[in-house]
């Protein structure tokens, strides 16, 4: 139908699948979950090309997560060019308001119909290319953001899914279940849940604690008959790493050109990889794959 082609449509023609992660409260680590769903998924495979939206305009922080900050966006000729966390490889695509902000500090004091029209740039106006995998950090709750995203996506209504992420405690279980009414509303598919901040890894020995409550969020995800995808525990380790704000060298890089250090693995991947976290969410991305599966032939 022609209605159903418009710039965004035409624009994310290439990407197969579309994974909007949603949580009904803040601060239950959402985009730190973004952040280890994008890594994962660009480890699923050589090729696995996977790019990261960051809407979250008010507090973007995918930029800090991955190590960009700083970095700048670009216009070419068919539009703007996301920042790659990788280098040369430009297998992983990240695009934020951060990158858009002369000062990383500076607040973003927009009204809904400002937060609209960025939204429809990101969509519309970034030179995405083709990717297996598109996904979207959103901010809690379920408003002017959410309802922008699929208003401007339902031509490829098709293609969209959704994880839901919570705590164990009562008050985050209450917040996800208003997120998961939100996506029956709008007839959104879930893969599934996560609960994250199970528990505590210890740094030292590396057992894990329930020092917080733990399993509501896999009794919500039975009694609503969701997929559980899994639980994360507080990991020191991936705290540190996600919160460095520059990007990280590798010692051993020391003395290198540019170019050498272009076509390897970015540093931020290598040390995500050692932590007990990157071993439970690889996990998680196999059932996140399953699901997506399911979610295709349904």
């Known amino acids: 139908m022609a209605s159903l082609d418009?710039?965004?449509?035409?624009?994310?023609?290439?990407?197969?699948?579309?994974?909007?992660?949603?949580?009904?409260?803040?601060?239950?680590?959402?985009?730190?979950?973004?952040?280890?769903?994008?890594?994962?998924?660009?480890?699923?495979?050589?090729?696995a090309r996977v790019g990261i939206l960051d809407v979250d305009l008010t507090g973007p922080s995918i930029p800090r997560m991955l190590g960009l900050d700083g970095h700048g966006v670009h216009q070419s000729s068919d539009g703007w060019v996301p920042v790659y966390a990788d280098g040369a490889q430009a297998r992983l695509a990240c695009m934020s308001v951060g990158f858009l902000l002369k000062n990383k500090g500076d607040a973003v004091v927009w009204r809904g119909?400002?937060?609209?029209?960025?939204?429809?740039?990101?969509l519309s106006d970034v030179r995405w290319g083709e990717l297996d995998y598109l996904v979207i950090d959103t901010p809690p709750g379920t408003s002017d953001e959410h309802l922008s995203l699929l208003e401007h996506m339902a031509p490829v209504h098709s293609r969209l899914s959704s994880v839901i992420v919570t705590t164990p405690q009562a008050v985050a279980l209450?917040?996800?279940?208003?997120?998961l009414s939100f996506t029956r509303a709008v007839n959104l598919p879930v893969l599934g849940l996560i609960e994250n901040m199970s528990g505590y890894v210890c740094p030292c020995c590396g057992e894990i604690s329930n020092v917080f409550s733990t399993g509501g969020g896999e009794a919500m995800a039975q009694r609503e008959g969701l997929n559980f995808l899994g639980s994360?525990?507080?990991?020191?380790?991936?705290?540190?790493?996600?919160?460095?704000?520059?990007?990280?060298?590798?010692?051993?890089?020391?003395?290198?050109s540019a170019a050498e250090k272009a076509t390897e693995s970015f540093e931020l991947l290598r040390r995500y990889s050692a932590t007990s976290s990157a071993r439970l969410f690889e996990k998680i991305v196999g059932r996140v794959t399953t699901s997506l599966a399911e979610v295709a032939v349904g």
Request: one cysteine or more; hydrophobic letters at 35%; a neutral charge.
């Open 174 to 179: 209450i917040d996800a279940m208003k997120c």
């Open 232 to 256: 994360l525990p507080v990991d020191t380790d991936l705290v540190s790493l996600l919160d460095a704000s520059d990007a990280m060298e590798d010692p051993e890089d020391e003395g290198k």
């Open 6 to 47: 418009t710039p965004v449509s035409r624009r994310l023609q290439s990407v197969k699948n579309i994974i909007i992660v949603l949580s009904g409260k803040g601060g239950v680590g959402k985009s730190s979950v973004s952040t280890q769903l994008a890594l994962n998924l660009y480890q699923s495979s050589p090729s």
């Open 113 to 122: 119909p400002k937060k609209n029209g960025m939204i429809r740039q990101f």
